[in-house]
């Protein structure tokens, strides 16, 4: 305990002293709720690798532990299976999303409607979403839905391909939505009159899409693509309630650690978590995957200057030696593209052009390898610095070219397509929905494998869900977290936003905000638990409430600030003028004022933690607290595990996905408004 | 003032000896409400303690995560035996008294020679036939081959021969015992999975699922509606769904598990549930007093289908009907798994892993022995 205290004051004060100098009085409440979820775990994680900690017992190891989990093979093939599984997830998130927002994008008449129907699965949560997918994909033993449809049996703890594919499919129809909007809002970007020119010339979608949305709008969303790489890299709800780590790997079957298709950094280290009662391995493992987010989160921050395209060059060529020296890149084989990229730097500072030419060829070579990789050696074979080199090469070389489709198809033809890939998505998006309607309407507790309609119609489900399950109690408490989440974010936030607009020091915060969402994930969540536990936050809502709130901030942060910002200065010194002090203005005048981009942040806060899932999973432990996603969860339990209760499950996904939906109908327009200013590539 | 002071000593001195004491129990499995009954008896029939029910849908995984993050335990929980060794080994419970039962739910229960949990009772594995598919009379004293006859004619029919589940070191157990000569074979406590025996369980089954293609496996809820829909003949599950079968009116009988060919049973593992104690407490002890005597432990049983720790409960139950008479059975060679955290944690992990392996085909049989036996071998370093 006393090692505890001393590790989280010292930290703290620091941490405190380097970002919350400028206005204390309104950034330190920010500051300590920050350090306390995001850092400290990480800070707190190092310090216990270095014992054998089995509380309340501590004996002092040195090094053992952090040489264990840095040298484990296991921890190497599951951060190279995350990083194909998030730029595979990536790919298709991305690809489809272009998709969608070309073809809606001039499309007037049910635009409303449209954008709603996109929105669906971000409304839906995961709890619920994911575990449907998982039953029309593999149903029993791979004998599903889909699998009729397919003609193939998708048995996800024994299909290698399906697993790894259906989980990233499935991530990325989670991510499609704000995806698809990002995109029709950089659209915006693209000036009036090349729109002009390209309908004079009289282009077809497919020329329009190459020549004009793709070079105009790709070059700005290149940020938030690596940050959906970042996303996917931290991935856990989504493995986790689908595939549980996946089917088993020859490769995978080390000394150390167990690791399957699936087996994701996030999996990996909650495996540990669940097997391993010492805290100092579970903390030199969170060190271990630390290090590594944080290196990918130093990538995503230099994305700020990707204008600048020599910071980009920078990462690029350190993050490339630091994975090939660490056994997950292209070992002695990373020479070579490094080289390439030392060269482009090198072309770059002196300002000529064939830089590129330089990057490109060390792109091939990265991704030769990495294909004969993957090709040769299967999942052993990935490079993740090939992965990384890859992305952050397009950012770097991406030239819009001129292209002339050869083929003159008809305009009617280009509307057919567009209208089949729109309904296409319609039918993708409702079809988890529709599967949770006929799983609750259902007399059988069995799941719909051949037919989308329920077997033996019946309300009782919904009886025996209140009933039996609690499922009241289990609203209740969402509910509860929810309003302390709003009201902690609220309470902490505004006031560091307010004191950012009038000085630029406390801006620090904001940055700092960014950065720690980059960079966290189950590795901290992790020793978070332990730090709950000594300061006796494990198990109640606060905690919980606590956590979300945090997770909450970057969003916040960056709807309110630009708001503050465009707020109209004379009001503010008028209130000067009238000897009004700084807390005084900010609560009587800039609160009320304010009050708009609040309520679009009380609605993301309040979705996003009724959403949650993990946080209940890891820090709740008491069924009378259980919220409606652990509730829901344990209906169904892990896949293939347990006998689940498919009809109960379904009455439950009804109630939650009717309350989330009329939530959602509400508050659409902030919504929509908050996720496009939310990635600033309107601003 | 004096009245005052003795006054609020009195109210003070009485509500300390007539102060409810909250107990909370976390329960799992089957018998939810049967159990909730029992408790509000419980809370009905006296005034000095409370008990509060927590249903825990996922018991084991509940602790893991308790244990690991360190949230706070219940007084008392419902666990499966294989905990008990890493619930001693994290000190967080205490060793009991001796409690008259079978012998093998004290043996269930036992680490070092202490036990560490009240038994309440136990499911055992069983073989469950559809009578529809398969409707000729087997003794239970049944051999490896008819079992495989009988798959074989079920198969032959057009069903599913067997279902079960062909990763489950859980299910696996069985048949590693058998092979071992009738028991788990062990090496200063550790498992031995790289030796003759445990080959000879990997043959079997990579026969029955890839060679004869009589067995299909299947995660536990296909295994289960697999059984149910009618496509499979024999189903090998715990006895635990006969409740479920028969709100189902499946026309079905269980039969214990068959003897390899040389008359060596193969045990069923005996799941044996039973309280392990956190905080030990009168209240504590009044409430596992109450659940576990004998027409306490008859109602939970008999409507739950479960074999009961209860001496008593178990004369009256034990012959009352064909299934209780075949879990008797069952449970007289039943296989009592080792507690260590060794064996529920490496070693499931790693032959779960090798079976897998080796029955897709991706690895050979001795690699994927070897493999696991070195990954059992590193947890114990």
Known sequence: MTFFWLLISISLLIFSIFVARAKPFYTLALAILLFLVNFFPFVWGIGISFFDFFPPEMKFVGIKNLQTAFSDSGLFLSAKITALWAMTSMVIELSISYLLAISIYSIKRFSTLLYTIILIPWAIPS????????????????????????????????????????SAFVAAWLGIPMATLVILSSFQTISQNLRDLVR?????????????????????????????????????????????????????????????????????????????????????????????????????????????????????????????????????????????YLLALIMYSKRKRSFKRFVMFGALLDFGYLFFGIYERGFTGISISSIISIILSMTLIFEGRIYVSKFDFPKLLWRTLKIILIALWIAVVFLPVWNIFVMG????????????????????????????????????????????????AILTIFPATYAAIHDKHALRLGMIVLISSLFTGMHTLIPLAITFRFLGLLNNYFGVAIILSVHAFVISYFLLYPFLLELPKNIEEAAIMDGANGFTRMLKIIFPLSLPAL????????????????????????????????????LVGQYGLTYSKWNIFGAGAIVNVIIMVILFLIARKSIINGIISRNGVDD | MKRFLTFIVLIMI??????????????????????????????????????????????????????????QLPDVALVRNDVIGMLANAHVI?????????????????????????????????????KNIYDKTIPYDWTLKKFEEVATYIKDKGYIGISM????????????????????????????VNNVGTKRAFEFYNDIFNVKKIAVSYDKSALIQSFKSGRAGMLMQGSFLIPDFLSSK?????????????????????????????????????????????????????????????????????NSNDFFKVMDLSASKALILPTTTIFNEAYSNAITTALQLYLTGQISLDSSLKKAQEYIDSEVK
Not at chain 1, 274 to 289: D, H, P
Not at chain 1, 461 to 486: E, H, M, P, R, T
Not at chain 1, 599 to 627: A, D, G, H, K, R
């Open chain 1, 127 to 166: 709890y619920i979403s994911v575990i449907s997918w998982t039953s029309l994909i593999e149903g029993y033993g791979g004998d599903s839905f889909l699998s009729e449809i397919f003609h193939t049996s998708f048995n996800l703890s024994t299909n290698i391909p399906a697993a790894f594919l259906w």
């Open chain 1, 200 to 340: 004079m010339e009289g282009a077809n979608p497919l020329e329009v899409t190459l020549n004009v949305y793709i070079p105009q709008t790709l070059p700005v969303i290149f940020p938030y693509i690596f940050i959906t790489f970042l996303e996917s890299f931290k991935e856990f709800s989504t493995i986790f309630l689908m595939t549980a780590g996946g089917p088993a790997l020859v490769s995978g079957f080390g000394i150390k650690s167990i690791v399957g298709a699936t087996t994701t950094l996030g999996m990996l280290m909650y495996d540990k978590f669940s097997l391993t009662q010492n805290y100092g391995v579970l903390g030199a493992y969170s060190a271990a995957i630390g290090l590594i987010m944080l290196l990918l989160a130093f990538i995503g921050w230099n994305y700020r200057f990707s204008r600048q395209k020599r910071n980009l060059l920078v990462v690029l060529i350190l993050s490339h030696i630091m994975f090939d020296l660490w056994s997950m890149g292209a070992g002695l084989f990373g020479i070579l593209p490094t080289v390439l």
């Open chain 1, 441 to 488: 309407f259902s007399r059988e507790n069995v799941l719909p494998i051949s037919s989308l309609i329920p077997q033996g119609f019946t309300l009782s489900n919904f009886i025996s869900l209140f009933k039996d399950y609690n499922f009241g109690q289990a609203i209740l408490n969402s509910i509860i977290i929810s309003v302390i989440a709003i009201f902690i």
């Open chain 1, 599 to 634: 309520w679009t942040i009380i609605v993301f806060v309040f979705i996003e933690s009724w959403s949650s899932f993990v946080i209940p999973l890891i820090f709740l432990n008491n069924q009378n607290l259980y919220p409606v996603s652990m509730t829901m969860y344990n």
């Open chain 2, 14 to 71: 009485s509500v300390y000896a007539f102060a409810t004491v909250n107990v909370t129990v976390w329960f799992s499995w089957e018998g939810q409400k049967e159990f909730e009954s029992l408790v509000n008896d419980f809370n009905a029939s006296q005034s000095l303690y409370h008990v509060n029910f927590v249903y825990i849908p996922n018991m084991t995984q509940k602790i893991e995560i308790s244990l690991s993050a360190g949230t």
């Open chain 2, 94 to 130: 205490t060793p009991i008294s001796t409690v008259e039962t079978l012998p093998a739910f004290s043996q269930s229960f036992e680490l070092n020679g202490r036990l560490y949990a009240y038994p309440y009772y136990a499911d055992l594995q069983v073989i469950y036939i559809n």
């Open chain 2, 165 to 192: 589940n062909s990763f489950s070191s859980y299910f696996f157990n069985s048949f590693y015992a058998a092979f071992n000569g009738g028991k788990i074979p062990l090496k200063d406590g550790i498992p031995i």
């Open chain 2, 250 to 318: 499946l026309n079905f009988v269980i039969l214990p598990y068959p003897n390899l060919d040389d008359g060596t049973p193969i045990p069923p593992t005996f799941d044996a549930k039973g309280f392990v104690v956190f905080k030990d407490n009168e209240a504590v002890k009044a409430f596992i007093n109450y659940i576990t005597q004998t027409s306490n432990e008859v109602q939970f049983c008999k409507s739950t289908y479960k074999l009961p720790a209860n001496l008593g409960a178990i004369n009256e139950l034990a």
